[in-house]
């Protein structure tokens, strides 16, 4: 008799220590990983005979959302041929020889020079971007 409850009381114990370490492994991996917080839900209010209620707040508008960013457009930002256009004005303002307006007034800088052959570039509808204002 004593026998059959040694037996029984192992059996017990084996049975008992897997899931301890299925435990241990659950407890272990719940560490690891963080907590959420879990939003409560309010209650929702009573309304009482005794009080009046007041109305409803409206909802403010939300703020302007942002436009996505612009797509980056491939290939050229100027036709090659708008290039030759700067490239010949470039060429007359080292000789000296460019003029800018109905006046003809020498062009002084450089940057003025790449300006009037992009404007001549845009009269001749080849591909430019807009000014920049």
């Known amino acids: 008799m004593a026998l059959k409850k040694v037996k029984k009381a192992a059996k017990k114990v084996a049975a008992k220590k897997p899931a301890k370490r299925k435990v241990a492994k659950k407890a272990a991996a719940k560490k690891a990983t963080p907590k959420r917080k879990v939003a409560k839900k309010a209650a929702p209010k009573r309304k009482t005979a005794t009080k009046k209620s007041k109305p409803a707040k409206k909802a403010k508008p939300a703020a302007k959302k942002r436009k996505p960013a612009a797509k980056k457009s ?46 001549e570039a845009r009269k001749k509808g080849e591909k430019v971007p807009k000014k920049k204002k």
């Open 74 to 119: 491939s290939g050229r930002k100027y036709s090659p041929e708008a290039g030759k256009e700067v490239e010949k004005e470039m060429h007359k303002f080292k000789e000296g020889k460019a003029k800018s307006g109905k006046a003809e007034t020498p062009v002084k800088s450089r940057e003025q020079a790449i300006a009037i052959g992009l404007s």
